[in-house]
Each structure stands twice: as structure tokens, then as C-alpha cells.
């Protein structure tokens, strides 16, 4: 049973940086590509960064582009998200995601297994 832990989510104030962590377990970690979504209060929940299994591919949405950075450690079966330069519209609950589809995903339907979520809280 495939189990996505996420952690380190708080209170920031804007311009602050907070890391985001998802532990995996349950099938092998480097197999599959892993996303973070965000989903604000009364929006959807939109896609935020994707890494393939490797690694060595990357893509983020244009609104946290420069700004946030998604990672990956496979020997410790965690994917993480350094986000820096926050600011108040990026206040959201993040998900993290796990994807058996090949390639670059950033549909969220695409993604089989997703976590309980951190909320991230940014002040003005």
C-alpha cells in the first residue's frame, strides 16, 4: 500500500522560505516521476513542480518558477520542495503525488497516489 507522508508546512511571513517534505513508501521510490499540487481555499487544486524518477528532469508552473526548487533523494524515498521568496498568494494546502505514467506529468488525474497534505500560511 503506497503511503505519501508530507511535512513542514507553517506560518511564514512573505518573502520567507519554507521546505516542504514527502516521505514515500509502499512500491519502489525511483520508479515513479512525483509532483506537488497546491489548492487554495475555494480553487482547485493546481499543479506546482514534477521530477522524473531520476531526476534529471524537472518542470514547474510558471507561477513559482525561479522561485521554488523540487528535488528528489531516492536512497531516502523522499521528494522535496524548497520554497523561497513566498508570498501571500502562495497560501494553500501542498500535496504531494506519485505518477506511474512515463514521462513529465502535470495533470493532476494522472497521478495515483497523493498525500494528506501541509498547509503552507504566508503573512503580509
Known amino acids: 500500500q503506497v503511503q505519501l507522508v508530507e511535512s513542514g508546512g507553517g506560518l511564514v511571513q512573505a518573502g520567507g522560505s519554507l521546505r516542504l517534505s514527502c516521505a514515500a513508501s509502499?512500491?519502489?521510490?525511483?520508479?515513479?516521476?512525483m509532483g506537488w499540487f497546491r489548492q487554495a481555499p475555494g480553487k482547485e487544486r493546481e499543479f506546482v513542480a514534477a521530477?522524473?524518477?531520476?531526476?534529471?528532469?524537472?518542470v514547474y508552473a510558471d507561477s513559482v518558477k525561479g522561485r521554488f526548487t523540487i528535488s528528489r533523494d531516492n536512497a531516502k524515498n523522499t521528494v522535496y520542495l524548497q520554497m523561497n521568496s513566498l508570498k501571500p498568494e502562495d497560501t494553500a494546502v501542498y500535496y504531494c503525488?506519485?505518477?506511474?505514467?512515463?514521462?513529465?506529468?502535470?495533470?493532476?488525474?494522472?497521478?495515483?497516489?497523493w498525500g494528506q497534505g501541509t498547509q503552507v500560511t504566508v503573512s503580509s
Open positions: 503525488a506519485q505518477t506511474s505514467s512515463t514521462g513529465l506529468i502535470t495533470t493532476r488525474t494522472q497521478f495515483d497516489y
Open positions: 509502499g512500491r519502489t521510490f525511483s520508479n515513479y516521476a
Open positions: 521530477i522524473s524518477r531520476a531526476g534529471g528532469r524537472i
